[in-house]
């Protein structure tokens, strides 16, 4: 790589992809040994629990390293939450990201609920009030201006940091990953990000365990889940970068177009781990 540098034929691009694939090896070893633990089985994350039933199933199973574009969008993701929390702290002079990992047990210890919030934002109000926020951060391809709401997956992702923190104030802020847009009639620059305040509700939460809680009897009757991405209109774009992407669709796909897939890592994992499809039709057999 020194003597590309040297001899001009160096680009950005192609170390840059080379830190995303060393980074992603090293994360990837970390999950493999976590996985391997009693708790690793049984964990979830507020992020992953949110994720396709099929996906986080996969993701047990045949854990593998994302492809190189999610690692990208991830990566653009925390940079985005770097420049977020320098301007929070140039307004508060408080803001951080979360050091403290939550560690929520449901249903008696049999599943765990783990992670670390995005940014943690404190200060004291003028009442003396010390006021702890949650932040999460989300980037999308365009469209920001447009967005009505958070989208009910981040919104819940959101309440389970914030339960598991034992804070009561959230927002979600939206970027738009694909640059600012033309000022409109107003004279508004668009596109550049988008805030929702999200209060405490606990009928969300509740839906998150029970998740947690659906997805544990998946993985421990090793019962191969529904693809809730491919069946449901509204979470379609989630296959996109999904890495069992191959996988997905020879389940779904019939005859003629199964045998256009590379269909030998699906027929590998149901060899190693004997799985019945929630949907009763094997077509691995």
């Not at 802020?173 to 620059?189: A, L, Q, T």
Request: glycine share 6%; charged share 30%; proline share 2%.
């Amino acid at each position: 790589m020194i003597e590309k540098l040297i001899s001009g034929n160096w680009t950005f691009e192609e170390v840059y992809n080379k830190y995303l694939i060393k980074q992603a090896i090293k994360n990837f070893e970390r999950r493999i040994e976590w996985l391997k633990t009693d708790k690793g089985l049984l964990y979830t994350s507020p992020s992953g629990n949110e994720m396709c039933y099929l996906r986080q199933f996969l993701q047990h199973k045949m854990p593998r390293i994302p492809s190189l574009i999610a690692l990208k969008i991830f990566d653009y993701g925390k940079m985005y939450e770097e420049k977020i929390r320098t301007v929070l702290e140039s307004e508060y002079g408080s803001a951080q990201k979360s050091e403290e990992v939550i560690n929520q047990v449901v249903d008696m210890g049999e599943i765990y609920i783990r992670g670390r919030a995005d940014e943690i934002l404190r200060f004291r109000t003028h009442k003396n009030e010390l006021i702890f926020v949650c932040i999460e951060v989300k980037s999308q391809a365009g469209g920001v201006q447009w967005r009505k709401s958070a989208d009910y997956k981040h919104t819940r992702q959101l309440l389970l940091y914030m339960i598991g923190y034992g804070f009561t104030v959230g927002y979600i802020i939206y970027i738009d990953r694909s640059g600012i847009s033309e000022s409109d009639d107003g004279g508004n620059v668009l596109g550049v990000s988008k805030t929702f305040n999200i209060e405490m509700d606990h009928e969300q939460i509740a839906i998150s365990y029970d998740r947690a809680r659906t997805f544990r009897d998946f993985l421990t009757n090793n019962i191969v889940p529904p693809a809730e991405s491919r069946i449901q209109k509204e979470r379609k774009s989630e296959c996109k970068f999904c890495e069992f992407k191959d996988e997905c669709d020879f389940k779904f796909q019939r005859a003629e177009e199964i045998k256009k897939k590379d269909i030998t890592t699906w027929i590998q994992l149901t060899e190693a781990y004997p799985v019945v499809f929630h949907d009763q039709e094997d077509i691995s057999k």
